[in-house]
C-alpha cells in the first residue's frame, strides 16, 4: 500500500536524483510495483543525506531503495534475510549482480525497467501466496506472470 501522500513532493524531488531516461522509467515501474505490493506499506523516507523509498511488512522493514543518478540501488535488508525464502544463496542466484555489503544486506542495481520487472517477478514469487500460485512461481522460477483469466496469461521477464 503507497503511503506518504501527505510527503507527495518527495516523490518528485526524488524522482529528479534520476538523470537517465531508462532509469526514470524504472522508477516509474518501481512506484507503482510497490505501491500495489500485498502486505507491505510503500514511503518515502531518509536518513541523514541519502533519500530512500522504504517497504514494511508489519514492524519489520524488509526492503528499501535509494534513487542515484543512473540507477536504483535497490536492498534486501536483513529482517527479510531472516526468512527461509529469502536466503542469501537464492537472492544471489536469482537476482544478477546482488553483492553483499558490509552490513550483510543484499544489494543489486537497477538501471531500466525490465531489471526492475526481474527483481518484482522473484520478490512477488517469494511472498506467501495460495498454492496454485505458488506452484506456478516454483515453475517459471521467478518470472513475473500477471493472470488475466484461466486461459490468459502475461510472461514478463
Not at 507491505?40 to 528499501?64: N, Q
Not at 529482517?79 to 553483499?100: A, D, Q, V, Y
Not at 550483510?104 to 531489471?115: A, D, P, Q, W, Y
Request: charged fraction near 30%; hydrophobic fraction near 35%; aromatic fraction near 16%.
Amino acid at each position: 500500500m503507497l503511503r506518504g501522500a501527505e510527503n507527495s513532493e518527495l516523490f518528485r524531488e526524488y524522482y529528479e536524483i534520476l538523470r537517465t531516461p531508462e532509469a526514470k522509467h524504472a522508477f516509474f515501474y518501481m512506484i507503482g510495483w510497490a505501491s500495489t505490493l500485498k502486505g507491505y506499506d510503500f514511503f518515502p523516507g531518509s536518513h541523514g543525506h541519502i533519500k530512500d523509498f522504504r517497504f514494511l511488512r508489519g514492524d519489520e522493514w524488509d526492503f528499501a531503495f535509494i534513487p542515484n543518478q543512473r540507477w536504483m540501488l535497490f536492498y534486501f535488508r536483513k529482517p527479510c534475510l531472516r526468512l527461509p525464502k529469502f536466503s542469501r544463496e537464492e537472492i544471489i542466484r536469482r537476482i544478477p549482480g546482488t553483492k553483499e555489503n558490509n552490513q550483510g544486506e543484499f544489494t543489486v542495481r537497477l538501471k531500466n525497467v525490465s531489471e526492475v520487472i526481474h527483481l518484482a517477478g522473484y520478490i512477488e514469487c517469494q511472498i506467501p501466496k495460495s498454492r496454485q500460485t505458488q506452484k506456478t512461481c516454483d515453475k517459471n522460477r521467478g518470472e513475473f506472470i500477471i493472470r488475466i483469466n484461466k486461459s490468459a496469461a502475461i510472461f514478463l521477464p
